[in-house]
C-alpha cells in the first residue's frame, strides 16, 4: 500500500490516526485543503481538526474541534493571505491555530508564527495550542510528533524539522532573523506600539507562498487593522467578516413581536434572524451602549465607528470625507496640498505644528486659513525641520498675501521660530503674551480641538482635506487620560489645525477689542 493510499484509508474512518509514522503525516499535509467526496465539502484539514485536536469548552470541559458557522465559512472562503474582522468570540483565534497546528505538525520545515496583541494573550493561544498537543494520540507524541522543546513560547519537533511559537506584539524582535511560513496576527487593532512598523517587519520575514492571517475586532477608524482592511481588495487579501449572530450560543429570551421595532423588523428580514436573537441584541446594547456596535459588529462599516475613546464627531467626520474635494494643485510630491489659491485683498493665516525632520516619526504640518471665514485654503505635511521648514512656511505665508505665521513655539517649535524672524527675516509673526509663537499647554489644548470638534459638527464644509480627516478619525482618548493619534497613526494635521483655529479666535478677537 502506497502512502497516499493509507493516508486515504486512514481518511476514510480517520480510523487508527494514533498508527500514524512521519510518512503518513507528510501525505496528509500534501492532502490538507483537498475536497474529498466522502468529507462532504470538508477539507482533509478540516476532518483532521475534528478527528484529532480538541479543546475547552466553555464549561471547562475537554472536548472535540467540532467546526462552527464562522469557522466553517472561513475555510469555505479561505485563500493565501486573509484579514478577518468579526465579533466577539466567534472562535476564529482558536480556528487559525488549529489550521497552523496542522499545517506545522505534516508539513516538515514549517515554522508557525502566532502574535497576539498582549503578553497574556500570547499565553492564552499557546494554551490552546499545547492542547492540542497534550491531547494527541500518545502513539503520536512519542513518535513522529516528539518533542525537543516545549515551553511557554515555543514547541519544536525534531523529527518534523518543525516548530510553533506564540510571541507579543510588544516583543520588538517578533519575527527577527526568522523565515515563517505562517503568520497568524490575531487582535491586530490592539497591539501596542506602532503596529503597521511591526507587521511591516513580521511580513519581511514571511517565506514566498506563506499563510497569512490577520484576525480583530474593530477598534475605531483609523490604525492598521482599519487601514489593512479598507486597502485588502487592493492588497489582494480576502476579506472575511463575521458578524454575532453567527455564533448559536447567542440568543436571550424572546422578544414580544407586537413589541418589535422597525429597524429590528429590517434586520431580520435581512439576516434571518429571530426573535431570540433579538432578546440578545437587546441584551448586548443595554450593557455595553455605544460600543455594542463595535463588539458585536453586525456590518462592516459602523463597527468601525463606534469606537468609544473617539475625540471627534465620527460621523460628521465621514460624512465630510465622502464629500470631500480634491486639491486643485499639488506640489512637492503632495505634500502640498491646494485647495483655495490666495486671493487679492483677502487676510490669511499659515499654523505650523513644527516636528523635528528627518525620514521617521512625526511630520511638520502646516495649515493655511482665510481668516475671514476659516476656510481651509492649502496644507502642507511632510519630514523637514529646522531652516528647511523655516523658508517654506515663509514663503507659503508670503504667497498668502503675507499672512499671520503662527508657529507653535514647543519643543522644536522655539528653534523654527529664530530662523523664521533671523535667517528669512519674516516679520509679520503671531505673538501671545509678549513672545513670538503659540504656546500649546495643558490648559489651551483641549480648548483648541474642542474649536476643531465643533467646527467638525457646525461647519464642516471649511475642512478640505481627506489627510486631516483621516488623522481627525483616529484622533482618540488615550489610556492615561490624554489624548492623541491612535497607534500607528499621526496627528501632526490636526495639532497644525488646532492651533491655527485657535490663534485666528485670538486675532479676531483682538480686533473687535480695538
Not at 523565515?179 to 513580521?202: F, I, K, M, Y
Not at 426573535?275 to 468601525?304: K, P, T, V, W
Not at 460621523?315 to 506640489?331: C, D, F, S
Request: aromatic share 6%; net charge neutral; hydrophobic share 40%.
Amino acid at each position: 500500500m502506497t502512502q497516499g493510499d493509507r493516508a486515504d484509508a486512514a481518511l476514510a474512518g480517520m480510523a487508527a490516526l494514533e498508527a500514524l509514522n512521519r510518512e503518513d503525516l507528510e501525505e496528509f499535509g500534501r492532502m490538507l485543503d483537498q475536497r474529498p467526496a466522502r468529507l462532504r465539502g470538508r477539507t482533509v484539514g478540516m476532518a483532521l481538526a475534528e478527528n484529532l485536536l480538541w479543546v475547552r469548552t466553555r464549561e471547562g470541559c475537554p472536548a472535540p474541534l467540532k467546526a462552527n458557522a464562522a469557522q466553517r465559512s472561513f475555510e469555505r472562503r479561505r485563500g493565501q493571505r486573509n484579514i478577518v474582522l468579526k465579533a466577539r468570540q466567534m472562535g476564529l483565534t482558536t480556528w487559525a491555530a488549529a489550521r497552523f497546528f496542522l499545517k506545522t505538525i505534516t508539513q516538515p520545515g514549517t515554522l508557525t508564527l502566532e502574535v497576539a496583541h498582549s503578553q497574556e494573550s500570547a499565553e492564552e493561544i499557546f494554551r490552546i495550542v499545547h492542547r492540542f498537543l497534550d491531547w494527541l494520540p500518545e502513539e503520536l507524541r512519542g513518535g513522529p510528533l516528539r518533542t525537543s522543546q516545549s515551553n511557554v513560547r515555543q514547541i519544536v519537533f525534531p523529527q518534523m524539522d518543525a516548530q510553533y511559537r506564540v510571541v507579543s506584539a510588544g516583543d520588538r524582535n517578533a519575527g527577527r532573523g526568522l523565515t515563517v511560513q505562517n503568520l497568524h496576527c490575531s487582535e491586530l487593532a490592539r497591539w501596542p506600539g506602532d503596529p503597521a512598523e511591526t507587521l511591516a517587519g513580521l511580513r519581511a520575514a514571511m517565506s514566498p507562498g506563506a499563510e497569512l492571517i490577520l484576525e480583530s475586532t474593530p477598534d475605531g477608524v483609523g490604525g492598521c487593522f482599519h487601514e489593512e482592511w479598507q486597502t485588502a481588495g487592493e492588497t489582494g487579501m480576502v476579506r472575511h467578516f463575521f458578524p454575532w449572530w453567527l455564533e448559536r450560543r447567542y440568543r436571550a429570551e424572546a422578544v414580544d413581536g407586537a413589541r418589535l421595532t422597525d429597524e429590528e423588523r429590517a434586520l431580520m428580514a435581512r439576516h434571518g434572524l429571530d426573535r431570540e436573537q433579538i432578546g440578545y441584541r437587546r441584551r448586548i446594547r443595554a450593557n455595553f451602549r455605544g460600543l455594542a456596535r463595535q463588539e458585536y459588529a453586525e456590518d462592516e462599516q459602523s463597527c468601525f465607528l463606534a469606537s468609544g475613546d473617539s475625540v471627534f464627531e465620527l460621523e460628521a467626520i465621514e460624512a465630510r470625507l465622502a464629500v470631500a474635494p480634491e486639491p486643485v494643485e499639488r506640489r512637492r510630491n503632495g505634500e502640498l496640498e491646494v485647495w483655495l489659491p490666495a486671493m487679492k485683498g483677502k487676510d490669511y493665516l499659515v499654523a505650523v505644528d513644527p516636528a523635528g525632520g528627518g525620514s521617521e516619526g512625526d511630520c511638520s504640518a502646516a495649515e493655511v486659513l482665510d481668516m475671514e471665514t476659516g476656510m481651509q485654503c492649502a496644507e502642507f505635511a511632510g519630514h523637514v525641520g529646522g531652516l528647511e521648514l523655516a523658508r517654506l512656511v515663509t514663503e507659503l505665508a508670503t504667497e498668502y498675501n503675507g499672512a499671520w505665521l503662527v508657529v507653535e513655539r514647543n519643543n522644536h517649535g522655539s528653534g523654527v521660530l529664530a530662523l523664521v524672524e533671523t535667517a528669512c527675516g519674516y516679520k509679520r509673526i503671531y505673538r501671545q503674551g509678549g513672545q513670538p509663537g503659540w504656546l500649546t499647554t495643558s490648559l489651551s489644548r483641549p480648548a483648541v480641538l474642542g474649536q476643531l470638534g465643533a467646527g467638525l459638527v457646525e461647519n464642516p464644509e471649511r475642512f478640505k482635506s481627506r489627510r486631516l480627516l483621516g488623522e481627525c478619525r483616529s484622533f482618540v482618548r488615550l489610556p492615561d487620560g490624554r489624548s492623541g493619534a491612535r497607534a500607528g497613526t499621526h496627528d501632526d494635521r490636526v495639532m497644525a489645525m488646532a492651533v491655527g483655529l485657535g490663534a485666528r479666535a485670538e486675532l479676531l478677537e483682538g480686533r473687535r477689542r480695538s
